[in-house]
T-cell receptor, first 115, second 107 residues
Framework: GAVVSQHPSWVICKSGTSVKIECRSL??????MFWYRQFPKQSLMLMAT?????????EQGVEKDKFLINHASLTLSTLTVTSAHPEDSSFYIC???????????FGNGTRLTVT | QKEVEQNSGPLSVPEGAIASLNCTYS??????FFWYRQYSGKSPELIMS????GDKEDGRFTAQLNKASQYVSLLIRDSQPSDSATYLC???????FGPGTRLSVLP
């Protein structure tokens, strides 16, 4: 089946620093990638949608200058959390979709802790 | 109207019973439907896809689709404690998830 690799699986950083999370589709071309955030006991919250070679589309309330998304190729998207603060501590999950009627394939997620 | 409606649960069933998870959707044009399972603290994983009206079986899982009623369900036979998770229904190219249905299988 389709595999999405997400790294790192966990990261601890200091407040004010930036963190980059990578999401790769290993065996298929992902026309669209999605970034989610999930706080404990809450639903997945879609942050942004990105298509290869174009700017990401951010959901309402998500700061695009804080959460930088780059989708440089059909197999790689990155999310950079800039100037991280403790309230950014969360579980970040990427997913990728092929074309048409394809389901989403999720990475294993990145648990971010900002101290 | 939300795109997807699911009973958020928790749905509790005894081990060995059939768990029935239901989902209604609003987009009549949806052609594909997916069920994802999310264990606590983990990311979701795809467990079933269904594209045509009727039933689709995969091991202990059966997905049922009724496009006329805009209804899709997931049956889990011989439920096991390891099936305890949140189940997310997603029609078509739906990327926004609701809370899903939390299933608890009691030993």
């Amino acid at each position: 089946g389709a595999v999405v690799s997400q790294h790192p699986s966990w990261v601890i950083c200091k407040s004010g620093t930036s963190v980059k999370i990578e999401c790769r589709s290993l065996d298929f071309q992902a026309t669209t990638m999605f970034w989610y955030r999930q706080f404990p006991k809450q639903s997945l919250m879609l942050m942004a949608t990105s298509n290869e070679g174009s700017k990401a589309t951010y959901e309402q309330g998500v700061e695009k200058d804080k959460f930088l998304i780059n989708h440089a190729s059909l197999t790689l998207s990155t999310l950079t959390v800039t100037s991280a603060h403790p309230e950014d501590s969360s579980f970040y999950i990427c997913s990728a979709s092929g074309t048409g009627r394809s389901p989403l394939h999720f990475g294993n997620g990145t648990r971010l802790t900002v101290t | 109207q939300k795109e997807v409606e699911q009973n958020s649960g928790p749905l509790s069933v005894p081990e060995g019973a059939i768990a029935s998870l239901n989902c209604t959707y609003s987009d009549r044009g949806s052609q594909s439907f997916f069920w994802y399972r999310q264990y606590s603290g983990k990311s979701p994983e795809l467990i079933m896809s269904i594209y045509s009206n009727g039933d689709k079986e995969d091991g202990r899982f059966t997905a049922q689709l009724n496009k006329a009623s805009q209804y899709v369900s997931l049956l889990i036979r011989d439920s096991q404690p390891s099936d305890s998770a949140t189940y997310l229904c997603a029609p078509g190219q739906n990327f926004v998830f609701g809370p899903g249905t939390r299933l608890s299988v009691l030993p």
